[in-house]
T-cell receptor, first 115, second 113 residues
Framework: DAGVIQSPRHEVTEMGQEVTLRCKPI?????LFWYRQTMMRGLELLIY????????DSGMPEDRFSAKMPNASFSTLKIQPSEPRDSAVYFC?????????????FGPGTRLTVL | AQSVTQLGSHVSVSEGALVLLRCNYS??????LFWYVQYPNQGLQLLLK??????LVKGINGFEAEFKKSETSFHLTKPSAHMSDAAEYFC???????????FGKGTRLHILP
């Protein structure tokens, strides 16, 4: 299996621009997670989906952030408009649903820089 | 509610010495416990996990951890550190009805030659 695939790996954009991050989970995994990692705040869960349905979006920082999962093999995280404080590494992870007993498999991340 | 506390944001050990990374958790339900490792410019990958059964769990790269319910701890150890062990290590807890995993803030392990 190719693992969790994220694109792009690096994104540099200017403040105010729209940014779309993409994720392809491992085939057969029903749960998908979006995280943000910064030096200051560590690893934060933004949102997670189960069977393509958003279950918990309490970590989404504000309305500028939105996430979708139109099918079992694809998810997007969109920031519009982007701000310099959004600069971070964004990870996507997937797992089999199990009440938390199964590990999450992480993608390589997207390093976002907002100028 | 669940939480994880990792003691020490940075730990330095000499090559060949014992590695001990400390993790304490809080959980109102029987916990599932994890240790993940993150190498530079990579995502997190699982080192080991405890779900049920044997409280001493062995993982990859010679690491192991022991679940101690009475101490609410899940410390990570390795008998002899190698330079390749330099990375950031995350302890995590889950359990209950959803699939969320709560991560600690991480401990960066430095290996001294």
């Amino acid at each position: 299996d190719a693992g969790v695939i994220q694109s792009p790996r690096h994104e540099v954009t200017e403040m105010g621009q729209e940014v779309t991050l993409r994720c392809k989970p491992i085939s057969g995994h029903n749960s998908l997670f979006w995280y943000r990692q910064t030096m200051m705040r560590g690893l934060e869960l933004l949102i997670y989906f189960n069977n393509n349905v958003p279950i918990d979006d309490s970590g989404m920082p504000e309305d500028r952030f939105s996430a979708k999962m139109p099918n079992a093999s694809f998810s997007t995280l969109k920031i519009q408009p982007s701000e310099p404080r959004d600069s971070a590494v964004y990870f996507c992870a997937s797992s089999l649903p199990s009440g938390g007993a199964n590990e999450q498999f992480f993608g390589p991340g997207t390093r976002l820089t907002v100028l | 509610a669940q939480s994880v506390t990792q003691l020490g944001s940075h730990v330095s050990v000499s090559e060949g010495a014992l590695v001990l990374l400390r993790c304490n958790y809080s959980s109102s339900v029987p916990p599932y416990l994890f240790w993940y490792v993150q190498y530079p410019n990579q995502g997190l990958q699982l080192l080991l996990k405890y779900t049920t059964g044997a409280t001493l769990v062995k993982g990859i790269n010679g690491f192991e951890a022991e679940f101690k319910k009475s101490e609410t701890s899940f410390h990570l150890t390795k008998p002899s550190a190698h330079m390749s062990d330099a990375a950031e290590y995350f302890c995590a807890v889950s359990g209950g009805r959803d699939d969320k995993i709560i991560f600690g803030k991480g401990t960066r392990l430095h290996i001294l030659p």
